[in-house]
């Protein structure tokens, strides 16, 4: 076995395997070398272009995080990077049509340059005074102007290329059928004139004579613009050189590429200011969202008065929008959050109330169950605590019934759904009312037709009764109490002193009573509660109006 180097390990590793892989050998090396197959070489080449594109395992981490921390920058950040982009997108769209523009412009002029040197080598040929061997024939010139010895080659222009390929007949001086001429400034700034190589010639030679510009590396000279045409001497060739037109094309995309750099850098900076400006109301209600967020909530009475402003509202903007909605928001929360407070005082009131009355019986069983363990032999004793005991379990029945009931309501337990006859159960209710409180006068108001509603007989005989037995005991003797049926349920009025005040807006809340000394003969409170949940599971509605002289309770049912 070779030594490994330890310098290298990974290669030796690598090289080791590689030569001990029963894939390796068959395919001739992981490359595909000399010996390999072209299974193994394509796959070679696939793994390397996977490597390029990002398409390998190893690319795709690189991408999601890549993805991962822009969807962490800032909007600022990101709004500012999209404008840029599109920015410098539509730059490099308009320089490069522009480049293109001038550049074809700049190549048509000079196509119309050589196809004018064309026309004046075509009737002024200019290499060398008298190089022609003979005079050809009369082409219709102006003997007095068929010498152009300016020191520019006979009119052409500095870089000018001329070129001639005589035909039958004619030879130059030296015996050649073939010259050609660069024209180029000495330092005198007098014309001189650079001769064409062989194999220049020979590349000029091929051009087609309809006099049309091409572009030909011509060997020795470089990139020109040249055009042949036919003329009595021979084949006459023009051209002028492509590197004034490049040159200005690459001075063009110089600027452009500055100027876009330049732009976008300006465009960035200008764009964050900006753009973090604009931004600046959100950032407020951002402020106005996390000190909320700070409140603690989830207990107690919550002071939730914490608002966006009014000028960050504005409904005709996106960010007034956002603020809007936000305060919409925190209204919301904190009606809840007050609703759920009121819910909290009001579970705790009902514990305290319902643990005072059933406290009161329970004490008072208590007290005469130790008057009867006392006198035993006392029989009056026994019989009176036992008529006590009796009583007070009778009335704590009937509280625990009562909540039991209200508990059953509130977890919307359905009740009984049949056509009960309202009119006979007035009837019948103010007839008990009558013989229960002769003191009082009683009257009934029913209509002609019999009034029939839906529910659960037995639960709104309830109701009514709660309503009569509120009216005796609140009312004094003598108080005249009405009931009067209505198409879709009925009323109970009394001349009675009403309710006070402060309690109107509470009258049907729970262990709520006229008299705060929670006397018993006050009953629990729990009476118009009752009322209100029966009548809400029913789907109907009950309200109260009161002032001194004048309370009215009604309630709405549906109709059968």
């Known amino acids: 076995m070779p030594e490994q180097d330890p310098a290298s390990p990974v290669t030796d590793v690598t090289t080791a395997d590689a030569s001990t892989s029963p894939t390796a050998t068959a395919a001739g090396g992981p490359g595909g070398g000399p010996g390999g197959s072209p299974e193994g070489a394509a796959s070679g080449r696939r793994a390397r272009l996977a490597a ?42 308009i320089g490069g049509v522009a480049t293109v523009a001038v550049h074809a412009y700049l190549m048509g002029q000079l196509d119309d340059d050589v196809t004018a040197a064309l026309d004046r080598s075509a009737k002024f040929p200019g290499i060398s005074a008298g190089s022609l061997g003979e005079a ?64 220049a010639l020979e590349q000029l030679s091929d051009l087609d004579t309809d006099g049309t510009p091409v572009t030909v590396r011509v060997a020795g000279q470089g990139e020109y613009r040249v055009a042949a045409t036919q003329t009595v001497y021979g084949v006459a060739v023009a051209g002028l050189p492509v590197g004034d037109v490049e040159d200005v094309v690459r001075t063009l995309l110089a600027w452009e590429v500055a100027l876009i750099l330049g732009g976008a850098v300006v465009a960035t900076g200008a764009g964050l200011v900006l753009v973090r400006r604009q ?52 209204e919301h929360v904190e009606t809840s959050l007050s609703a759920r407070h009121r819910s909290e005082q009001q579970v705790r009131q009902f514990v305290a109330d319902a643990s005072h009355e059933l406290r009161t019986p329970l004490a008072t069983i208590a007290g005469y169950a130790e008057l009867a363990r006392r006198r ?104 005249t109490v009405t009931v009067a049926a209505l198409p879709d349920g009925f009323t109970v009025h009394d001349d009675g002193p009403g309710f006070p005040a402060e309690l109107v807006g509470h009258a049907f809340e729970r262990f709520v009573r006229g008299d705060q000394a929670r006397n018993r003969e006050g009953g629990a409170g729990l009476g118009l509660s009752l009322v209100r949940a029966i009548v809400s599971a029913h789907g109907g509605t009950v309200t109260l109006r009161s002032v001194p002289g004048d309370t009215t309770i009604e309630v709405r049912l549906p109709v059968a």
Request: aromatic share 4%.
């Open 279 to 330: 931004l600046r109301p959100l950032k407020e209600v951002a402020e106005t969202a996390h000190t909320v967020a700070t409140l603690p909530l989830s207990s107690g009475e919550i002071d939730l008065d914490e608002r966006v402003p009014d000028h960050l509202t504005d409904a005709r903007t996106e960010v007034g929008q956002v603020g809007a909605a936000l305060n919409t928001l925190l």
């Open 136 to 199: 050809p024939p009369d082409d219709g010139r102006d003997s007095s102007t068929d010498q152009r010895d300016d020191d520019r080659g006979f009119g052409q222009g500095f870089g000018s290329m001329e070129a001639y390929f005589l035909g039958d007949g004619y030879v130059n001086s030296d015996g050649t059928t073939e010259a050609g001429v660069v024209i180029t400034q000495g330092s005198d700034g007098a014309a001189s004139f650079s001769l064409l190589s062989g194999e």
């Open 52 to 93: 390029v594109l990002g398409t390998s395992p190893l690319a795709r981490p690189a991408r999601a995080v890549w993805r991962q921390r822009h969807r962490l920058a800032p909007l600022s950040t990101r709004l500012v990077l999209t404008a840029v982009a599109l920015v410098v997108a539509i730059s490099v769209v």
């Open 376 to 479: 035993p032999d006392d029989a009056g004793a026994q019989r009176l605590a036992l008529a006590k005991v009796e009583e007070e379990s009778a009335r704590m029945t009937a509280l625990v019934q009562d909540l039991l009931l209200l508990a059953r309501l509130d977890a919307g337990r359905p009740l009984e759904r049949r056509p009960v006859d309202l009119t006979r159960m007035l009837l019948e209710a103010v007839s008990d009312a009558r013989v229960v409180s002769p003191a009082h006068e009683w009257r009934l108001e029913l209509a002609d037709e019999a009034v029939e509603v839906v529910g659960d007989e037995l639960r709104l005989h309830q109701v009514l009764t709660n309503l009569l037995t509120n009216a005796r005991k609140y009312t004094p003797e003598g108080s």
